[in-house]
């Protein structure tokens, strides 16, 4: 809110660069932050329709930005705006749309104070019964009477094993890096092949690119403004498919259609026939549905799914730290390489399409429908391995810890290494 604030009501570049400052720390900060939250409070069988319904709500906003935009800019139709740019209607066009994101922001600050704590992060901190009251609200709707029980142990005999294969003083940078190297790449490059593969080409300089096809001013606008449309509806169909089909085959299909369209778009600019425009605004349109089914939504969903709850946090920061360090490489080069290589510049996102559906078929294991505490196991799986972490101990069995609660007893009573016997050989 102080961010965009600064950023509409700004008197010189000095305060709007503050503002912008801000806005980028909160953005980090959500990006960061979201797709975990979604991840830790959703069962396994749902998790990709959920957290794939947090990028709706992304692109909701984008497409919203795009429209007012594009009616801003008629009000500099207003009296003599347009060749005067201290008018109060010049001033409006741009600084009403940087308002937007004060009035949203203002929104998600009320409802920070209605969401309830992450379960997982309650029990790691040993604040046993919150988080059993809270997978209960959680689970409120659930058919399977003893779900939040079970959700309970489970996460808390993870929780405890891993105090024993990563204990605290090895949860550094220094270790996440060398002994957890494969899930960084694949939560890095998810994030980084999000961006190379051309989306922000497109909607960062949408209205260039359509301007490079042949449209004019206004028409440019019209027409990024019907993209993001398409754009935000194309982020529907992954609530459906994602916790059926999976996440590999999503992200294989996503990028072939993406770079066929990157590669016939570079054809028809180069080409520059009479039905260039129109073609290209096709091709466009169908990419940005493309990845707003693959690699917008699954992007956000990898990188929270592939690691332990000791590192996530770290391991997340990075992953997000990667797509902004992406996006702010694509944003540099676009205008650069448009301007030198014309319909050259999409031969490079098109070709890291390619890629990345190598990458995702050699190094990417399936994660749908597993719960976040057996995902060791799908990759000591994938990778044939037995793993470099001890066997996991059995604190708990699910029919007495059901008895227990049922008999009454607090869960924050509980020694759970002592009042459990552990079962290592079961």
């Known amino acids: 809110m102080v961010g965009g604030s600064l950023q509409s009501f700004a008197v010189n570049l000095y305060v709007f ?19 975990s939250y979604q991840c830790e409070i959703s069962p396994s069988e749902e998790r990709g329709k959920l957290v794939c319904g947090e990028f709706t709500g992304n692109i909701t906003g984008y497409a919203l930005s795009v429209w007012v935009d594009y009616f801003c800019y008629f009000i500099q139709d207003v009296g003599d705006a347009r060749k005067n740019p ?36 309650l029990l790691d901190e040993d604040m046993d019964q919150q ?18 029980v079970k959700e309970f142990f489970l996460i808390k005999n993870s929780i405890l094993n891993e105090r024993i294969t990563i204990p605290k003083f090895e949860r550094s940078w220094k270790n996440m890096l060398k002994n957890y190297r494969t899930r960084v790449f694949i939560a890095c490059s998810v994030f980084a092949f999000a961006q190379f593969n051309g989306i922000n080409i497109i909607s960062y300089y949408a209205p260039m690119v359509f ?9 440019a606008l019209l027409m990024t403004g019907i993209n993001g449309i398409v754009y935000l509806l194309s982020t529907i169909p992954p609530w459906f498919l994602v916790d059926k089909w999976g996440r590999k085959p999503i992200l294989v299909s996503g990028g072939i259609a993406m770079g066929i369209c990157l590669y016939m778009i570079a054809w028809m600019i180069w080409l520059d026939k009479s039905y260039t425009p129109n073609m290209v605004a096709m091709l466009v349109i169908i990419y940005n549905a ?12 990898i990188p929270p799914e592939v690691f332990p ?50 990458v995702v078929v050699i190094f990417y294991p399936e994660t749908k429908g597993v719960e976040l505490e057996d995902i060791d196991r799908v990759f000591n799986e994938f990778y044939n391995t037995k793993g470099s972490q001890p066997q996991m101990n059995e604190y708990f069995r699910v029919d007495e810890a059901t008895e227990m609660a049922g008999d009454g007893l607090e869960l924050d009573e509980l020694d759970y290494e002592t009042d459990f016997q552990r079962r290592d050989a079961l």
């Open 17 to 35: 660069s503050v503002g912008r400052v801000l806005s980028g720390f909160g953005v980090g900060i959500l990006s960061t932050m979201v797709p």
């Open 290 to 301: 493309a990845f707003g089914y693959s690699w917008g939504p699954i992007g956000f969903l």
């Open 309 to 358: 709850l000791a590192i996530r946090s770290k391991g997340v920061s990075l992953a997000t730290a990667t797509n902004w360090l992406a996006n702010y490489i694509v944003g540099q080069m676009t205008p650069i390489l448009q301007d030198s290589v014309k319909w050259g510049l999409y031969l490079f996102p098109a070709t890291s399409c390619v890629i990345s559906i190598v």
């Open 86 to 121: 201290h008018t109060f209607a010049a001033n409006l066009s741009w600084r009403l749309p940087l308002f937007v994101q004060v009035v949203i922001a203002f929104v998600l600050f009320i409802g920070g104070f209605f969401i309830v704590e992450s379960p997982r992060y």
């Open 211 to 219: 301007e490079e096809a042949g449209f004019n001013n206004s028409s």
């Open 131 to 148: 988080g059993f009251n809270v997978l209960c609200l959680l689970y409120d709707s659930s058919l399977e009477h003893n779900k939040p």
